[in-house]
């Protein structure tokens, strides 16, 4: 051997490997060959799972799980009907035309919506407060006095009646408020409730509302009222249209990645996100003469749903779905796109978001872009190949072929489509080449509760769940549009089964009147 303290350290170190080298021939031929080769083999398994395992998972996101999510449902009173809807139409005769109530009334009846949707008791009730109580009068006060007008002449309501009698009278900002405390603290405690989990586990709150933004806002609002940590992560999105909601979840999936990189933080609280999504019809109601600006009077309504998300691997089990991908498209350098769906005052200065024609052709456009981008994650490679060739040779080769769509259907189980109204239905159906069966619970949702913007997804999924469609493995493509212009997709994966029957389903006290339902035609009584 020789001795560190005489030789050089190159000497020393050629020596020390020929020892050992002489070491192990002398092992192979002590003992059998095949088990050194298989303590070798073992040593290389646990050497790639200890380091190199290690450090790819450190760029593989960990999955997050949507454990539950609740729609809010408001109380009865608040039905707006198709005599309630015309009864706000005449009571504001002063301010619309006749040919503009003539509009809505058409706009109403092709529109697709039933006779059970809701608007916000501040454009009907006086008494806003939900601390005050509601007294069921009110409301059938409203429709019969709708039932005995023929006239705007005869709309003058006695003072008191609970009803807006003064024709002067606009929704404040309080009543705006009001409607917003309502359906966000309504439906995170049903959602706290199904989920049996406690509001200081909440380490990050998302809320998302376009046309209302109060200060404090709506994720403030939230923290107050379920008295959160003080350490809770908090946001709001404001003016992000309808498909703000899924742009929440992935807002929401990211930084729930991020917060589970300390370790701090995941040994002192497992921590959820929390995600609320809504639209505030009390200040956006259209009191104008512009066609364009009335179509939404004719199709928002109230709703609002609250989804609860986790990434923690023992939550797995009592999750409903996993989150797969998202996916998102931005038309907006586009100025046809941009202006398409445009928040703006009329030359009488009144505030509205306009509607013009080139919707359609903008949100097929952009529903084309996002599918090339969900296409390659979601797809069998049979359809990609087909999908590709066509993409090429139009692109490449400039030929005159029509752009393959490609077939979701083998890959994708249920489609939770934007409820935007019954044209935005149609031409989804036509682009993406799907039947009925597949459009029934977005068709559903139009006509029960309306086009409740970012939220709507929401409930065509309780839909789905209600009627006991999802299964353990099924894939669910939630698609939303919004203004901007923005397709937003995110793919779901139901980790197990989802009963049929729950209580705390929108859909519990009406799903046995569907799809039958939205066949009919709304009911007239003027």
């Not at 005489?6 to 192979?28: E, G, I, K, N």
């Not at 083999?41 to 999510?69: E, I, K, T």
Request: glycine letters at 4%.
């Amino acid at each position: 051997k020789a001795d560190p303290h005489t030789t050089s350290p190159h000497t020393f170190f050629f020596c020390c490997f020929f020892h050992d080298l002489l070491h192990f021939l002398w092992l192979l031929k002590r003992y059998h060959i095949a088990a050194a080769c298989w303590l070798l083999a073992a040593a290389c398994v646990v050497h790639r799972f200890f380091f190199v395992s290690s450090r790819r998972l450190r760029f593989y996101p960990r999955p997050v799980y949507v454990l539950d999510f609740a729609c809010y449902k408001p109380r009865d009173e608040l039905k707006c009907n198709y005599e309630v809807s015309e009864f706000m139409t005449r009571s504001n005769a002063h301010r619309f035309s006749l040919p503009s109530m003539d509009f809505q009334r058409k706009i109403f009846e092709r529109s697709g919506l039933g006779d059970e949707t809701y608007l916000p008791a501040g454009l009907v009730f006086k008494d806003l407060n939900p601390r005050a109580g509601w007294n069921a009068e009110n409301a059938d006060a409203a429709k019969n006095t709708a039932d005995q007008t023929l006239n705007p002449s005869r709309l003058s309501l006695e003072k008191g009646s609970g009803v807006r009698s003064d024709c002067g009278e606009m929704p404040s900002f309080e009543d705006a408020r009001a409607e917003a405390e309502e359906v966000l603290f309504g439906s995170v405690a049903e959602l706290l409730l199904k989920c049996n989990v406690k509001a200081e586990d909440i380490a990050i709150v998302v809320s998302n509302c376009s046309l209302h933004c109060p200060s404090p806002s709506y994720a403030s609002m939230l923290v107050s009222k379920f008295k959160l940590n003080q350490d809770v992560k908090a946001f709001h999105l404001a003016g992000m249209g309808c498909s703000a909601s899924l742009i929440a979840v992935k807002l929401a999936a990211d930084l729930l990645r991020v917060r589970s990189r300390s370790w701090s933080n995941r040994k002192k609280n497992p921590g959820y996100a929390l995600v609320v999504s809504t639209e505030n019809i009390t200040l956006n109601y259209y009191f104008g003469n512009e066609k364009p600006m009335l179509v939404t009077n004719c199709l928002f309504r109230v709703g609002c749903a609250a989804i609860l998300l986790s990434d923690s691997p023992s939550d797995r089990p009592r999750s409903k779905y996993r989150l797969l991908h998202c996916v998102r498209t931005h038309k907006a350098s586009d100025d046809d796109a941009y202006g398409c769906a445009y928040q703006t005052h009329d030359p009488a200065g009144l505030l509205g978001v306009s509607l013009n024609k080139n919707l359609m052709r903008v949100a097929a456009d952009a529903l084309r872009t996002n599918v090339r981008s969900l296409a390659p994650l979601v797809l069998p490679v049979r359809e990609q190949l087909r999908f590709v060739s066509t993409l090429l040779a139009r692109e490449i080769l400039k030929l005159k072929l029509k752009q393959y769509v490609p077939d979701f259907k083998p890959a994708i189980r249920h489609f939770c489509l934007h409820a935007g109204g019954r044209a935005v239905i149609d031409e989804i159906q036509k682009n993406l080449h799907l039947d009925d069966y597949l459009l029934e619970p977005s068709r559903a949702t139009l006509h029960r509760w309306g086009n409740t913007s970012a939220s709507c997804v929401w409930y065509v999924l309780a839909y789905m769940e209600c009627q006991g469609r999802v299964k353990a493995g099924d894939k669910v493509w939630m698609l939303g549009l919004g203004s901007g212009f923005k397709c937003n997709s995110a793919i779901l994966e139901a980790v197990s089964d989802v009963p049929a029957s729950s209580t705390l389903n929108a859909w519990a006290d009406c799903i046995h009147r569907y799809p039958a339902a939205y066949k009919r035609p709304p009911t007239k009584t003027f």
